[in-house]
Every structure is written in structure tokens, then in C-alpha cells.
């Protein structure tokens, strides 16, 4: 592969738990609903507005409404998670040995800016990647491939030499739209979830794989 592209949640570091509490507390404590952890779960992919959207329907919040909270709700996970901040095991090595080897490197998430700076720069790994898409960058979330074409471009990797990072199956389907391959992290969903998708190469739990390990 000529180039690499990670999402970031559930894929670089292991903190969905703690989206699921911040989005729970938010959508009941705070807006009167009644939503269990098996409910809010499933709902978390995209963006934070279309998550507000999936759960209320789409008359609740105005647009500036839905701003607000999902920032709010960034600010609950980055409070409760900073102290348990870090990378999945072996991907500071992967990280630094890829970018020793020079294939470009690029994130490819549905988080805000906000929150990918928090996990870059609290970590200082921002050197390693020479592209950033995140929400605001994309007018179509995953599956849609918009944020994996749009890394790709930026990367100057034609799509067929990305190699995407995922753990979800909507992003692995998006790369599988983009016309990627990927990798899946089994941080937060089984492998099973991903039967029905042709692109995927391997799963592992985390970056101490030896098939991972091999990419570089």
C-alpha cells in the first residue's frame, strides 16, 4: 500500500465507552430522553448532528441548537477520557516506523476538529499525518466515501493504494465505496458485523498483530 487512512474513534484509541456515557447523559439528562446504552450505542457514527437527528427526528433542534450540543457532549468525553487518553498497543511503533518509510498518512474521521486535535496534540503524534478530514470537512458522512476520497486527494494516493484503518462497519463500507481496502480493529464491534463486506483484509485487536506489523 502507498498510503494508509485511520479513523480515529474506536481505531487509534479505544473510547467509545466513554462517547456512548457522554451522549447517555446528554440525550437523557439534558434532553428528557429515556435511551439505554444498547440504544445510544448503534446511533454513533457520523456526524454529532445526525446523531441528534437519529434519536429526536429531525424537527427538535435547530442547526445552531445541534452545534451546541454536540460540542457540549465533546467536552463531557474529553473530561472523562483525558485521563485515560493513549493509543492502541503497538501503534505508536507502526506509526513512527511508517513514517520513517515515508507512505503518507492520513485521518479520516467524523469527529470535529475539536476532538481530533484533543487526541493529536495531547499526544503529540500530528507530524505523522499529512492529511486531516474530519466533519466539518465532508457534506456526506460514512458510508458515504466522501471522507476517504477527500484523504486520499489530499495524500495525492490514488484510492486503489489506500489502505483504511476502520472498526466500524459503516466505515469500512465507505471504504469499500471509495474503492479501499481495509483493516478492521475489533475495539468495538465482531467481525461477524462485517461479513457482508468483500474489502476487508484482516482484524485484530490492536497494532501488535503480526499482520499488522508486516504493512510496515
Known amino acids: 500500500m502507498n498510503a494508509f487512512i485511520f479513523d480515529l474513534n474506536g481505531t487509534m ?6 462517547h456512548t456515557q457522554a451522549w447517555q447523559q446528554l440525550l437523557n439528562e439534558d434532553l428528557g430522553g429515556q435511551f439505554t446504552h444498547e440504544q445510544v450505542r448503534p446511533q454513533m457514527y457520523g456526524k454529532n448532528q445526525e446523531v441528534l437527528v437519529r ?20 467536552k463531557r468525553y474529553q473530561q ?5 487518553l493513549r493509543l492502541l498497543p503497538g501503534l505508536p511503533e507502526f506509526l513512527a516506523r511508517a513514517h520513517q518509510q515515508g507512505i503518507p498518512m492520513a485521518i479520516g474521521s467524523a469527529a470535529i476538529p475539536f476532538n481530533i486535535d484533543f487526541v493529536l496534540d495531547t499526544l503529540d503524534i500530528r507530524r505523522y499525518f499529512a492529511a486531516i478530514v474530519s466533519a466539518d470537512d465532508v457534506t456526506i458522512s460514512k458510508p458515504h466515501p466522501e471522507t476517504f476520497l ?7 494516493a490514488a484510492p ?3 489502505l483504511v484503518f476502520e472498526d466500524v462497519p459503516k466505515g469500512a463500507e465507505a471504504a ?18 462485517f461479513a457482508h463486506l468483500p474489502n476487508i483484509l484482516h482484524f485484530s485487536p490492536d497494532y501488535t498483530d503480526a499482520f499488522v506489523q508486516g504493512l510496515v
Do not use: S, W
Open 55 to 74: 434519536m429526536f427526528g429531525p424537527d427538535r433542534f435547530t442547526e445552531e441548537e445541534m452545534v451546541r450540543l454536540a460540542l457540549e457532549k465533546e
Open 13 to 18: 484509541i479505544h473510547d467509545m465507552d466513554y
Open 150 to 156: 477527500k484523504a486520499a486527494a489530499q495524500l495525492g
Open 80 to 84: 472523562a477520557y483525558r485521563p485515560h
Open 176 to 193: 469499500l465505496n471509495a474503492g479501499m481496502r481495509a483493516v478492521i480493529l475489533t475495539t468495538t464491534h465482531e467481525p461477524t458485523e
Open 160 to 162: 486503489a493504494d489506500c
